[in-house]
């Protein structure tokens, strides 16, 4: 059993939170249950990840650290009914596979890592995994289908500078990036996707309020160094706030139009004036 001893205030805590299970000084884990809790491992538990109970860990910076588990109202906008929609056709798709197909995934997604921790562990995802993620990615699209069984790609290193952003008809935001995936052959063949959230400015990120926004096609000219496009449509209300200033905060992926595969993102925060 895992015992973690916590620290709140200098003392200890009588349940361990994420156990159930009454703490042992000395023993696992040890919280420091300030603003940021940070977890520090011994030789017993190199990492910790995911939520159980009321805990949830998680990683920023290369450290480990705890805060108390969200717990939200699904509110079931349309947006949000559509994605989950989209999500159970995604694993209805995969029930409906042949065995033997099935297996092909399995076998490709041998030679996936995993996106999340923990990272550094021979570890790679399931069959299913891959093709949830293949159906999505062509469901972003705009080209829904079922995915043919094809190896993970490895993806060209790429990198985004923030431009500049304006306001257009005082009702869409423009978003204006540098792109370079640094002498990529085949450049075309690479949507950019960035997961966005509009924040007032000064504020923080949520991964809970980022919304799909993908590079606009209109601008697309199909070269390794490029200006990436992005527009928001009605900005104020994608953001639920009203003002000259935000600040940005976005996870920005490369998509494989070929397989629907997306990479690692990269973090792009950035205050902007309009």
């Known amino acids: 059993m895992c015992y973690i001893p916590a620290t709140a205030l200098g003392k200890i805590c009588k349940i361990c939170p994420l156990v159930g299970a009454a703490c042992q000084p000395g023993m696992g ?13 011994n030789t017993c538990f190199s990492d910790c990840w995911g939520s159980v109970g009321d805990v949830t860990c998680y990683h920023r910076n290369g450290r480990c650290y705890v805060r108390r588990r969200s717990s939200l109202v699904f509110p079931g906008t349309d947006a949000q009914l559509a994605s989950l929609a989209a999500h159970r056709r995604a694993l209805a798709a995969w029930r409906q596979l042949a065995q033997g197909v099935q297996e092909v995934w399995n076998s490709l997604a041998r030679e996936v890592s995993p996106h999340r921790p923990p990272f550094g562990t021979g ?9 949830v993620s293949a159906y999505h990615g062509f469901i972003t699209l705009g080209n829904e289908h079922v995915p043919e069984p094809v190896p993970f790609r490895s993806f060209p290193p790429f990198g985004l500078e923030f431009l500049e952003a304006e306001a257009v008809d005082d009702k869409d935001l423009v978003l204006y990036f540098n792109l370079n995936m640094f002498r990529e052959r085949h450049p075309e063949r690479y949507a950019v996707l960035a997961k966005v959230q509009l924040a007032k400015s000064g504020g923080g990120s949520n991964p809970g309020l980022m919304r799909n926004v993908l590079e606009d096609p209109d601008f697309l000219d199909g070269e390794a160094e490029r200006t990436a496009v992005f527009r928001i449509l009605d900005y104020r209300k994608f ?14 992926f490369l998509l494989d139009r070929e397989r629907g595969y997306r990479n690692v993102p990269i973090r792009i925060d950035q205050d902007i004036s309009l």
Do not use: C, K, W
Request: proline share 3%; aromatic share 14%.
């Open 29 to 41: 884990f040890r919280l420091n249950f300030l603003p940021m809790a940070a977890v520090y491992q």
């Open 123 to 131: 570890a790679h995802i399931s069959g299913q995994n891959l093709f």
């Open 239 to 252: 953001s639920g706030i009203d003002a000259q200033e935000y600040t940005l905060h976005a996870r920005v």
